[in-house]
């Protein structure tokens, strides 16, 4: 296979409602997508990146530019392209995992609709739907915290996380619990505490969750640990996790029990799926995390969700979740599970009207020699 153009298409889409993190509020979602146009096949990826580095160093206009400047044009230089050689082409840049994982989606896109393999087959998915639950993030008031939940239990979601920080933690966390006393509840500090706040965080044992989610920063792997040897309630991490080196460090710190994976947050779906093996290799649970992506993301989320150790339902949802019109077919709830695509790579086709109508812009990376 061989890599001709690139484009890359930057929208800004409304979110159904504002979400709100430790991060502060999104109204929109600043998208980036890559298509790619090989011999073969057309593939489309996404890039995970946030309008600003707040979760990661990594934002949309940083990963643009690396795109342009040295990813693409390094994986032009490969001649015989596959999903597999993006990485290894891509390795001279440090960081910009989302951007290599976009680019890396979208060459595995291409390869796969060729051959006529599905996501979730060539990555050894094992499950035709996987169980997902949703993520509330930070509202103006406890009460209205209480009524999206309410709306999403009743929507079918059988597993609910809350995003907390100093000063929104005990007493929602106490409004949820008691309004929901068997919903499988889990909470995301998103590094917002810091190892100074281990005894306020060790007292939420007493809520009965899931997991407490990444309560320090990605580098306080011994407050991790610390804390972890003070809970009963187990401690997944999220943005400590970078690779499989980062996850079995962790682990062997005893900084975590149960591991997050994000696949713009890992540098591609190949390096979450070894992330996965590697757990499921040590009995460790791992679940899938979302980031706001549209249905091109989500595909892939969803094919990598169906691997066997993903134990815990994922953290994607479905569409009307997010958005009011997605750029794809939307992933719709059924029960308390979203179906894994079946077709060629992604499995999904994209609405070129709905990019148009939300006034998408397009901007093609052409290749100089031709």
């Given at each position: 296979m061989?890599l001709?153009?690139?484009?890359l298409?930057?929208v800004a889409?409304?979110?159904?409602r504002?979400?709100?993190?430790?991060?502060g509020?999104?109204?929109?979602?600043d998208?980036?997508l890559?298509?790619?146009?090989?011999?073969?096949?057309?593939?489309?990826?996404?890039?995970?990146?946030h309008?600003?580095?707040?979760y990661n160093?990594?934002?949309?206009?940083?990963?643009?530019?690396?795109?342009r400047?040295?990813l693409v044009?390094?994986?032009?230089?490969?001649t015989?392209?596959?999903g597999d050689?993006v990485?290894p082409?891509?390795?001279?840049v440090?960081?910009?995992?989302a951007?290599?994982a976009?680019?890396e989606m979208?060459?595995?896109?291409?390869?796969?609709?060729?051959?006529?393999?599905?996501?979730?087959?060539?990555?050894?998915?094992?499950?035709?739907?996987?169980?997902v639950?949703?993520?509330?993030?930070?509202?103006p008031?406890?009460?209205?915290?209480v009524e999206?939940v309410?709306?999403?239990?009743?929507d079918?979601?059988?597993?609910?996380?809350?995003?907390?920080m100093p000063g929104?933690?005990?007493?929602p966390?106490?409004a949820?619990r008691?309004?929901f006393?068997?919903?499988?509840?889990?909470?995301?500090?998103?590094a917002g505490y810091?190892?100074d706040?281990?005894?306020l965080?060790?007292w939420l044992?007493r809520?009965g969750?899931?997991?407490?989610?990444?309560p320090?920063?990605p580098?306080?792997?011994?407050?991790?640990a610390e804390?972890?040897?003070?809970m009963s309630?187990?401690?997944c991490?999220?943005?400590?996790?970078l690779?499989?080196?980062?996850?079995?460090?962790?682990?062997?710190?005893?900084?975590?029990?149960?591991?997050?994976?994000k696949?713009?947050?890992?540098?591609?779906?190949?390096?979450a799926?070894?992330?996965?093996?590697?757990?499921l290799?040590?009995g460790v649970p791992?679940?899938c995390g979302?980031?706001l992506?549209?249905g091109?993301?989500r595909?892939?989320?969803?094919?990598?969700?169906?691997?066997?150790?993903?134990?815990f339902?994922?953290?994607?949802?479905?569409?009307?979740?997010y958005?009011?019109?997605d750029?794809t077919?939307?992933f719709?709830l059924?029960g308390?599970?979203?179906?894994?695509?079946?077709g060629p790579?992604?499995g999904i086709?994209?609405?070129?009207?709905?990019l148009r109508?939300?006034?998408?812009v397009?901007?093609?990376?052409?290749?100089?020699?031709?």
């Amino acid at each position: 296979m061989k890599l001709l153009d690139v484009e890359l298409v930057r929208v800004a889409m409304p979110l159904v409602r504002p979400f709100r993190t430790s991060f502060g509020v999104q109204h929109t979602r600043d998208v980036l997508l890559v298509r790619v146009v090989t011999d073969v096949a057309v593939g489309w990826g996404e890039c995970a990146a946030h309008a600003e580095p707040f979760y990661n160093e990594e934002f949309t206009e940083s990963a643009m530019m690396v795109l342009r400047r040295w990813l693409v044009p390094s994986v032009r230089e490969l001649t015989d392209l596959t999903g597999d050689a993006v990485g290894p082409a891509c390795r001279q840049v440090k960081g910009y995992r989302a951007a290599k994982a976009g680019l890396e989606m979208a060459v595995l896109d291409a390869e796969l609709r060729a051959s006529g393999a599905s996501f979730a087959a060539h990555l050894g998915g094992s499950r035709s739907a996987i169980d997902v639950g949703v993520s509330v993030g930070i509202t103006p008031t406890i009460d209205e915290l209480v009524e999206q939940v309410d709306g999403y239990v009743s929507d079918g979601y059988r597993r609910v996380k809350l995003k907390i920080m100093p000063g929104w933690d005990v007493a929602p966390l106490d409004a949820v619990r008691s309004a929901f006393p068997d919903l499988a509840l889990q909470v995301d500090a998103n590094a917002g505490y810091a190892p100074d706040d281990i005894e306020l965080l060790a007292w939420l044992d007493r809520f009965g969750m899931l997991m407490i989610e990444q309560p320090f920063a990605p580098d306080e792997l011994r407050a991790h640990a610390e804390l972890a040897a003070r809970m009963s309630t187990p401690i997944c991490l999220d943005e400590s996790i970078l690779s499989v080196g980062h996850a079995l460090t962790a682990l062997d710190l005893g900084a975590c029990s149960i591991v997050n994976i994000k696949v713009g947050r890992v540098g591609g779906v190949l390096e979450a799926a070894r992330i996965h093996d590697a757990c499921l290799d040590r009995g460790v649970p791992v679940w899938c995390g979302g980031m706001l992506e549209t249905g091109v993301g989500r595909a892939a989320n969803v094919a990598l969700a169906s691997l066997p150790g993903f134990t815990f339902p994922a953290d994607i949802s479905a569409s009307d979740r997010y958005w009011r019109r997605d750029i794809t077919e939307p992933f719709v709830l059924l029960g308390s599970t979203i179906e894994v695509p079946t077709g060629p790579g992604l499995g999904i086709t994209v609405d070129h009207d709905a990019l148009r109508e939300l006034g998408a812009v397009v901007e093609l990376q052409e290749d100089p020699r031709r």
